[in-house]
Every structure is written in C-alpha cells, then in structure tokens.
C-alpha cells in the first residue's frame, strides 16, 4: 500500500471538515450512489454506514464505483491549481510568445515554485512546454515545404543555431537530417491531451507518442535507424486516419482503432504489446497479470520494460497497466495522461455495461 488509511471514523470526519490533506492520498465510495469522490468533494456529505475507503482511484474502479463529476477524482491535482490553469490559459492564447521566468514572476509566481508544480504533475517546466509550442509552429513550415530559416522565424527563433539545438533536443534530429520524398514521414497534431507525434509510412503508422514525452528524442532515433535514415517531414494516410480516429476516442465515439500498425520490437515485447491490445476499455491489469496471460509468470519486470518501450500510445494501451497494489504507476506521457485516458474509457465500460 502506499501509506497506511486511518479508521473509518478519521476519514469520515475528514469528508465532513473536507480536508484537503487527504486528496490524492485517500478516496471514499458511496455505495449508495454507486460514485467514489475525493474526500474534499463539494457534493452532499453520504451517511457514514455508506462509505466504503480506498487508498487509490484503481481499486475504487475495480471495485465497481464510477468517478465523481463533481470533483474529478481522476483529474490531476495540478488542474485545481489556479497558476496552473492561468499559466496553461495564456499558453493557449499564444502559442508563439517566447516566456522566460522574469514573466513567470511579473505575473506574481515564484518560478522555482511553478517549475516544481509542472514538474510534477506534466514530467515538463511550463519552460519547456512553451519552447515545444513554438516549435510546433517551426515544425508546420517544414511540414508544408518551407525553408528552414521560416521554420525558425515562425517558430520564434532568433537564432538558426538556437532553433537548431531545440529542435533536436525535442525531436532527437536537427531540421537538416529530414529527408525530402521519404518513405517515412513525421507529423504532429493536437489532441485534448497534448500534441502528439505520428510517423507513418504509405501504409503503416509506426509511431504515435506525446511530444514532451522525454523518450521521444531516443524512439525517434531508434525508428531512424530502423528505416536506414530516411525520414522525412510530412504525413501519409495512416497518419490522417490515426488523427480522425483519435478525436472519435476523445469525442466518446470508438475506442477501437483501425489504423494499421508496424511493430518494431524483439518477439517478446510484441507479445507483451498484442496481449495489452487485448485488454478491454474501461478495464485494467497489473503486469504480473500480463506475464500471467502470455505464459511466463515469473517475467513481471520484463513485461514492465516491454510496457516502456511501447511506441505506440492510446493504440496500444499500455495505460491500462496498474501496480499490483492497485496503484496507478508510471506513465511516460505523464501519470495526468493516464489518470485521463482511464477516466475517458470507463465511460466507454458503462455504455457496454
């Protein structure tokens, strides 16, 4: 367990003073509503003799309770952050604006402060998050045809070499090594979640991944080698199927995905990947299960490195892969992705139901 739950009657007085020590640490269940909420939920207090205890969000949806719409059990603390939100609302606003922590601060946050919080919660400084935008938009000129030099003054750049670097630490490549006519290309497009980067071929998509996932640059790099180098910027066919897909997913449409996919793994980790494929929306497994399910019980921390290697996000749903105490462990793109992407897909278990 990760700490251990006071008595029923400590964590009910906690409901009724709605302390907000405990969010994130503990969750109550009304059996009576079938809901389970943070125990600071604004929401009518339940009777005592109707609240059932758990310490993670896993075990209150293994245990049948569907998540609060008043309190957002599975939202990410940071999203009650109100710097959060006024630094993320003004991202939105302008993509393109170069932030520096002098601006941070003339807003009225501490900017050690606001680094610790998106560090946390997003695996990213709001920084590096606002850089990635603007690359985004360096990144659409190339896409389009555009010479390098448009691509860093769209981007923001003042600087070739500075655009240059950031590109690479990003994407793992600086602008130069992409490839004009090739058989593989790499795009990107925004989802409710992120941006998320797509590489396909005329019939294959061979990566899907958030754009400030850290491993990015090294997936990246690893499908290079794999196509001998030849990857350019652009989009084939599955990558807009993959998009339209995508939006059904999080427009509550389909949770089945189409587009067909290339796996670029050792045998074993594709059996690992084909056996989460295999787990239902709405539902979810630990690894020992998967080692259990593809005949190999003692292989736990290989399937828990297989579930890291995948390259190929939502589609393979290695999100849907819990600690065996029931807790929601690591996710590359972000523990605020998966917490949403599980919370997304359980309304997809109660329309089945």
């Known amino acids: 367990?990760?700490?251990?739950?006071?008595?029923?009657?400590?964590?009910?007085?906690?409901?009724?003073?709605?302390?907000?020590?405990?969010?994130?640490?503990?969750?109550?269940?009304?059996?009576?509503?079938g809901i389970f909420c943070r125990l600071n939920c604004p929401a009518r207090i339940p009777k005592p003799e109707n609240c059932r205890f758990f310490e993670t969000v896993s075990e209150c949806i293994e245990?049948?309770?569907?998540?609060?719409?008043?309190?957002?059990?599975?939202?990410?603390?940071?999203?009650?952050?109100?710097?959060?939100?006024?630094?993320?609302?003004a991202l939105s606003k302008n993509p393109s604006r170069r932030w520096f922590e002098s601006d941070i601060s003339q807003m009225g946050y501490d900017p050690s402060t606001i680094r610790r919080i998106f560090k946390r919660h997003f695996g990213t400084t709001f920084l590096e998050m606002a850089r990635a935008a603007r690359l985004k938009a360096g990144f659409e000129t190339l896409s389009q045809g555009g010479r390098v030099i448009d691509a860093q003054?769209?981007?923001?750049?003042?600087?070739?070499?500075?655009?240059?670097?950031?590109?690479?630490?990003?994407l793992g490549v600086k602008p130069s090594d992409f490839v004009e006519n090739a058989l593989v290309k790499a795009d990107w497009f925004d989802t409710p979640l992120g941006t998320m980067i797509a590489v396909s071929d005329n019939t294959h998509l061979h990566l899907l991944e958030f754009a400030n996932r850290k491993a990015l640059p090294t997936e990246l790099k690893k499908l290079r080698k794999a196509v001998k180098g030849a990857m350019g910027i652009g989009r084939f066919a599955p990558t807009d199927q993959i998009e339209a897909e995508l939006t059904d997913f999080f427009a509550g449409k389909n949770a089945n995905f189409q587009t067909r996919i290339a796996l670029h793994g050792t045998p074993f980790t594709k059996q690992v990947w084909r056996e989460l494929q295999g787990i239902p929306a709405g539902k979810t497994r630990s690894y020992g299960d998967i080692a259990r399910l593809i005949g190999n019980p003692t292989a736990t921390r290989a399937v828990a490195q297989a579930n890291g290697a995948n390259q190929l996000a939502i589609i393979i749903p290695c999100h849907r892969v819990i600690g065996a105490d029931g807790s929601l462990t690591g996710y590359g793109g972000g523990l605020w992705r998966k917490q949403k992407l599980i919370e997304i897909e359980l309304e997809y278990f109660k329309k089945e139901r």
């Open 1 to 33: 367990m990760l700490f251990d739950l006071p008595d029923h009657a400590t964590l009910y007085q906690a409901i009724l003073s709605r302390n907000p020590g405990y969010d994130g640490r503990a969750f109550v269940c009304v059996t009576s509503t």
């Open 63 to 89: 245990s049948g309770f569907r998540p609060c719409k008043r309190c957002h059990p599975l939202g990410p603390a940071a999203e009650a952050d109100p710097a959060v939100q006024t630094l993320l609302e």
């Open 153 to 170: 003054l769209d981007a923001g750049f003042s600087s070739p070499n500075a655009f240059r670097l950031a590109f690479a630490r990003l």
